[in-house]
């Protein structure tokens, strides 16, 4: 036996099966008791006497001591191995001791800590809200000082505008001089590149407005630019020498350019700006065939192509029965028609030929025209024209005849009809892609797919632009009879008023003529005032996409950002959206060197329109002016304390002059007595404001005979308001028509329109009203247009006024009663075949109880719906657009997580459907990037871009504008992540990419209306000798220029010299811009020899012409200066800079940045020659000019900084040359990113010469 300590060593370590710490061996408890009860017995027994016999002691005693020895080893081991127990414990005791002594000295350590960081805590806290509070205070003095620094600078720039008054005046005087003896100079016709303070177009009353024209920046859309001029005037002719393509164009001759390309839009006919594509059906008993095979087959074809480019299509067509009803209509729609079919055989009709007479003879140049001539049913039946009637043939030669463009297109066939058919849609769908809707064809014939023009990769909605330009266009066109002139003229006195000025109202009753007024005073100022930059929207029913805030605020935006050279993407916030275009207006203004003015019409129908527009409240800038036309009922009461033009009601006078004249026009006659009757009643203010009495005199117009006059005046007169007078023109046009399905559809129609948020098409109200044919249609609308209830905007039926509207609600749907069930039908059409806004979609989701989330589900599970038929790759490829399109309105609704799935299902199917490497493929690609870094995801995104990148190089090239695309938005990647090293290196080989697109081809929108523009040129030059057909060819020539076809530029500027010398004489400043052009185009090609002998001439007229100090010779001493530095000749180029810098001191004053530049150029040329002496006090004076007039930090001193560190360094002075380059680096390193929107400098050792506009962030309005 033993203990259990004799098992294990001592000190050894054992395992607690219960779960407790390991511990040293210790022995168990039950051994050890009996053990000890052995001891003591023996123990007992052991005082015996010795005396006991031998044998006792022998056996028993022999057995006690060995068991006693036993015993006794058994208990030394026991107690040896208890004293180790003891010792190791009491080892342990010690151990524990010192632990628990360390272990309290760390806690109070702890805790002392933790009072010093709680203390810490409480004073940052308390420093914190300090600071917070000083915050607070320094935003509110720096907005006051900053309202006070605005309201200083722009007195002071009324002062100077004083002083350039007083100026002009002293010129005048000067002129009047000048004209009893001294040959006159016309400012208006130079070619000068400087700003034009002092030249007042003729009609401008904004005379008080600082800064020059827009000439400086050609408003070209998405066309080249200039270098980006700097702030102030001053830079707008500077003197550093910009090479590169257009950049020997004068300034001038950019400003008739631009102006000229301006007035592109009114001449264009309204078929390039509807949005419907109309074609008109001309046809014969004998081709009825082949018309009803084209409509039943082949149109659903063109309608599906145009609608998936956000186009209506429209079928035209009159039967030949019915068309004497329709004498009318038939010409309006031959005049709205965006091309005309006649379909011909032998035979002829009197309405065929009326309508050919009308489509190909009188306006042939109007739209696109098609001849189908069907020859014979089998071919060789009849051949040739043998098989036309005299009749026909007649009318084919005088369509000929006419033709003197060549644009019509014949087609003979000899077939059956569906073939016939086949071939009109052919050459239909060729017309429509290639004049219409501006496609290109490759040589194959497959049209080209356009590059999507993204604007911060925000989707946005397509007819915004389009709307509002069709908007304007429609008011303008108004033949309204009222006079205007005297609200005119008050317009121009306050827009002309010094700053600061608050913004403009123009306010009167509901129908007084605010939105006419401000349409015709915008189109009178793009008239006299070309160059003056003009934003407008016209806001229609409060519920409508135009009455959108954020949507007017992002458009404006939209329109301020064409005149940046980059930006790095809008915002998708509303809030932010609304937030940022005050600061964008406010960077424009410094920019800018014309003027802005911001025209909002019925701004009072804006949602909330106090909140959206606090902008308004703040100061504006000095060059900005912002007109808003209101309700007088309806304005803020803030809004009152502008300055204000109220619309006063017609006078008698003006009441009888609007009826009178709508009489002579329609050979209506009244009576003495009917006249008394009108006069009598048009007294209140509700019956003598410009719509109510232009509607009476449509209504009395209207009438046919005098009963009816009579009757029609005598319900006219029981009508109070426009209201009223509304409702009585629904009667008068109900009783017009001649069945009860008629009428039932006119109610119907107007009860759409009224539910719709922007209006209904044509195509839709057919196919809504299956019964209603397109002649009582066509009927049915132009008697509502007359009678101006309806109008067209967008290829949608619209109310011309809110008026209409009303009348509607209370004359057919019972006060709103019976709205929501026209609104539920027009949702569940659209459901079928959603089109309009984004924001309308929005709208009909949220009115059937349906929130974003399950929206995007519905949409999803319509295309996995839509896929399982998709079996062509051009279905796969329309599935692959479709995914993309759900992904990115997703994206921009905020929905992330959802927009991933549809964006990578539109990788897929384009990586499997087409190939991996497949253009597309890179923007699914870039779309997905886009949610990534939405979604603050940068690394993903970063292999994204890149991956997309590397695609569009391999498919494009390294030098194309999808690779520019992408290293944009690499760029503005690496700049969210604050690499701002690698995101300037991408930007700038983005810049040098869009640079050589542009020399080579330039944006195609921008390109196709200076071709346009260039065409209607050509056909004014071709009448007798004059000055005015001389600047025409000088300004045809400068834009073939901008085209880079030098040839025909070099044509048109020579037949404009020749004719200025035949009429004007050879020293008439106007041959010296023809000469100072000719010499630019010369430099274009290098032929710097032949440019040098054209611009000395030009100098040589323009000493004796002009003043010493003329604008117009600092600009060719400026290029000629340049040749000469060129080619070598800078002992020539001396005297021609020293002179330029005289000019410009006497023109701006020592103390001007243009100075400084003048100083610098100089100065270079002196360093050029090893004139280093002569050099470094130019480069001193310049800098000190730069520092005082632009500040410390300007990239312009740092330029200056670093051609004096070079100097410096050249002349052995290291350590000024080191300090200088310092200083020039630290202003470098503190400018602004380019993605921000900032230039490059023109002398920057990193940028490039000349600048250009990146693509335009809204599509063309004709596609």
């Keep these: 036996m033993g203990t259990a300590s004799s098992l294990v060593s001592p000190g050894d370590l054992i395992e607690d099966g219960y779960g407790a710490e390991g511990g040293e061996a210790c022995e168990i408890p039950v051994e050890v008791k009996p053990k000890a009860r052995l001891l003591r017995s023996s123990f007992r027994r052991a005082p015996r006497g010795i005396g006991a016999s031998f044998k006792s002691t022998g056996s028993v005693e022999l057995e006690y001591a060995a068991e006693y020895e036993r015993l006794r080893k058994d208990y030394e081991i026991f107690r040896v191995s208890k004293n180790n127990e003891i010792a190791s414990m009491q080892k342990k005791e010690a151990k524990l001791d010192d632990e628990n002594k360390r272990l309290r000295a760390e806690l109070q350590a702890l805790q002392k800590t933790y009072q010093k960081i709680l203390r810490e805590k409480e004073s940052a806290l308390e420093a914190k809200y300090q600071a917070m509070e000083r915050a607070a205070t320094f935003e509110h003095d720096r907005d006051k000082v900053k309202r006070q620094f605005k309201i200083f600078r722009e007195t002071k720039e009324k002062e100077i505008q004083d002083l350039l008054r007083a100026r002009r005046d002293l010129e005048s005087k000067l002129q009047q001089l000048q004209a009893q ?402 600061r964008w207006l406010e960077r424009l203004s410094a920019r800018h060197h014309g003027n802005i003015i911001i025209v909002i019409d019925s701004i009072d129908q804006i949602q909330n329109a106090e909140r959206h527009m606090k902008w308004l409240i703040d100061p504006l800038p000095a060059n900005v002016r912002v007109l808003v036309s209101v309700n007088v009922e309806t304005c803020p009461q803030a809004w009152r304390l502008w300055p204000t033009l109220h619309l006063d009601p017609l006078n008698p006078r003006e009441v009888r002059s609007v009826i009178n004249t709508a009489c002579v026009n329609t050979d209506t006659k009244l009576t003495k007595d009917q006249e008394k009757k009108l006069e009598r009643h048009c007294r209140s203010a509700s019956t003598c404001n410009a719509l109510y009495v232009s509607l009476l005199a449509r209504l009395l117009t209207h009438s046919r005979s005098s009963l009816s006059l009579e009757k029609t005046l005598h319900h006219c007169l029981s009508c109070q308001d426009t209201v009223a007078l509304y409702r009585l023109c629904f009667k008068v046009a109900l009783d017009a028509l001649n069945t009860d399905r008629e009428r039932n559809a006119m109610k119907e129609l107007l009860c759409l329109v009224c539910a719709s948020h922007n209006g209904i098409s044509e195509s839709e109200v057919l196919e809504i009203f299956s019964e209603l044919s397109f002649p009582a249609l066509s009927s049915l609308l132009h008697s509502l247009r007359r009678l101006l209830i309806v109008t067209f905007g967008c290829g949608l039926i619209r109310f011309q006024h809110l008026q209409a509207c009303e009348a509607v609600m209370q004359e057919f749907l019972d006060g709103a009663r019976y709205y929501a069930l026209y609104r539920e039908k027009l949702i569940c059409y659209f459901s079928q075949q959603l089109r309009g806004h984004f924001s309308e979609l929005l709208a009909y989701w949220q009115f059937v109880g349906k929130d974003k989330v399950s929206m995007a589900a519905e949409y999803f599970d319509a295309l996995k719906e839509f896929e399982r038929g998709c079996e062509s790759e051009a279905s796969m490829s329309k599935l692959a657009n479709l995914y993309e399109t759900l992904g990115r309105f997703l994206k921009d609704l905020g929905l992330l997580s959802q927009a991933v799935a549809p964006l990578q299902r539109s990788l897929e199917i384009r990586e499997t459907a087409l190939d991996p490497d497949h253009p597309s493929v890179a923007q699914s690609l870039h779309q997905l990037a886009g949610v990534y870094i939405q979604w603050r995801k940068f690394g993903n995104a970063e292999q994204l871009y890149k991956q997309a990148l590397e695609i569009s190089e391999n498919a494009y090239g390294a030098e194309h504008c999808s690779v520019a695309r992408e290293l944009d938005s690499l760029s503005l990647l690496y700049q969210k992540q604050n690499k701002y090293e690698q995101a300037e290196k991408l930007q700038k080989r983005s810049i040098k990419i869009r640079q050589k697109m542009a020399r080579q081809k330039g944006h195609m929108y921008g390109f196709t209306l200076l071709r346009r523009r260039a065409l209607q040129l050509e056909e004014l030059t071709l009448g007798k000798d004059s000055a005015d057909c001389a600047k025409t060819l000088n300004e045809l020539g400068v834009l073939y220029y901008l085209q880079n076809n030098i040839d025909a530029a070099k044509v048109f500027l020579m037949r404009s010299l020749e004719m200025r010398q035949r009429v004007l004489g050879t020293d008439h400043p106007d041959c010296a811009q023809s000469l100072n052009n000719l010499a630019a185009l010369h430099c274009e090609r290098r032929d710097y020899e032949s440019a040098e002998k054209l611009y000395e001439r030009a100098l040589d007229i323009r000493k004796r012409a002009l003043a010493p100090d003329h604008p117009s010779l600092a600009y060719t001493l400026k290029h000629l200066a340049m040749l000469y530095k060129r080619r070598g000749k800078l002992e020539k180029a001396v005297p021609l800079y020293e002179l330029a810098l005289e000019i410009r001191e006497k023109s701006f004053g020592p103390k001007h940045p243009s100075v400084a530049t003048a100083l610098v150029n100089l100065a270079v040329l002196y360093c050029q020659l090893k004139k280093h002496s002569e050099a470094l006090p130019l480069y001193e004076r310049a800098l000190r000019v730069y520092e005082d007039s632009l500040g410390r930090l300007h990239p312009r001193v740092g330029e200056t900084l670093k051609n004096l560190a070079v100097l410096s360094y050249e002349e052995g002075d290291f350590e000024k040359a080191a300090e200088l380059y310092k200083r020039a680096m630290e202003i470098k390193e503190a400018e602004p990113s380019l993605v921000c929107g900032k230039a490059l400098s023109r002398l920057s050792s990193s940028g490039d010469t000349f600048s250009l506009r990146s693509p335009a962030l809204l599509p063309h309005t004709s596609r």
């Design 181 to 582: 003896g001294i040959q006159l100079y016309d400012p208006a016709d130079s070619d000068s590149d400087d700003n034009r303070t002092s030249i007042t177009t003729a009609g401008t009353q904004c005379e008080y407005w600082s800064g020059g024209v827009l000439g400086s920046e050609p408003s070209l859309g998405s066309m080249m630019q200039l270098q980006q001029a700097h702030r102030g005037p001053e830079f707008a002719h500077s003197l550093i020498d910009v090479e590169g393509p257009f950049a020997n164009v004068s300034r001038d001759d950019w400003d008739a350019a631009v102006a000229s390309l301006l007035q592109v839009s009114p001449h264009v006919s309204q078929v390039l700006w509807s949005n419907t594509v109309r074609c008109y059906l001309i046809y014969t008993q004998e081709t009825r065939a082949e018309l009803h095979a084209f409509v039943q087959t082949h149109s659903s074809g063109l309608k599906r192509f145009c609608e998936g480019l956000g186009h209506f299509y429209l079928n035209v067509c009159f039967p030949e029965e019915k068309a004497a009803l329709y004498t009318e209509e038939r010409k309006m729609e031959i005049e709205r028609s965006s091309v005309c079919v006649l379909l011909l055989k032998s035979s002829l009709s009197s309405f065929v030929v009326e309508d050919v007479e009308e489509a190909f003879v009188k306006c042939p140049d109007s739209r696109p025209l098609l001849v189908y001539l069907k020859m014979g049913d089998r071919k060789g039946e009849c051949g040739g024209a043998s098989s036309l009637s005299p009749a026909t043939r007649e009318l084919l030669e005088r369509v000929n005849n006419a033709d003197k463009t060549a644009k019509v297109k014949v087609v003979d066939h000899a077939g059956s009809a569906e073939d016939g058919a086949a071939l009109i849609y052919t050459q239909l769908e060729k017309i429509i892609k290639q004049e219409l809707l501006g496609l290109e064809m490759d040589d194959s014939g497959v049209v080209e797919e356009r590059e999507d023009v993204y604007s911060g990769d925000v989707l946005w909605d397509l007819h915004d632009e389009q709307e509002q330009i069709e908007a304007y266009q429609n008011i303008c066109s108004t033949a309204a009879n009222h006079s205007f002139q005297k609200y005119i003229d008050g317009l121009n006195d306050m827009v002309a008023a010094p700053p600061p000025t608050p913004p403009l109202l123009v306010s009167g009753g509901p129908g007084s003529g605010k939105s006419l007024l401000l349409a015709k005073w915008i189109e009178l100022q793009q008239k006299h005032s070309p160059n003056t930059l003009i934003l407008y929207h016209f806001v229609g029913r409060p519920l409508s996409t135009s009455a959108e805030p954020v949507l007017i605020i992002k458009r404006l935006t939209v329109k301020l950002l064409q005149h940046f050279w980059s930006i790095s993407g809008l915002s998708m916030d509303p809030c932010k959206i609304l937030e940022e275009f005050p």
